[in-house]
């Protein structure tokens, strides 16, 4: 499971998404791809320890920070909100958000 809502001090301002599934190990190349460009989007300076490297492969990426790369299928998604009403969640369907 895993929940993506901003940060507030207060219960009534809560609002985000839940959802839950499945963490599998990225393994096909074109998904690795994708994990990876991600992975270096977000922490750019990680690139700074893959320097001489001209592509970069999973077994590269592992092998040079000690870790895998994981993806998480949803397979329920849900909308919070609680200045609806405490504990107010509608379904989402997964394929809006992951065609």
């Known amino acids: 499971a895993c929940a993506i809502h901003s940060l507030d001090v207060s219960w009534k301002n809560l609002m985000g ?18 994990a990876i460009g991600a992975y270096l989007r977000k922490f750019p300076f ?29 397979e329920s998604i849900f909308f919070m909100d609680n ?6 969640r509608q379904p989402i369907d997964k394929e809006v958000l992951f065609p």
């Open 17 to 34: 998404l839940q959802m839950s599934g499945k963490i599998q190990p990225v393994s096909e190349k074109m998904e690795a791809a994708q």
């Open 46 to 74: 990680v690139k700074n320890f893959f320097s001489g490297l001209s592509e970069m492969t999973l077994n590269d990426f592992s092998r040079h920070l000690n870790a895998g790369l994981y993806v998480f299928l949803p």
């Open 83 to 88: 200045a609806v009403e405490f504990g107010f």
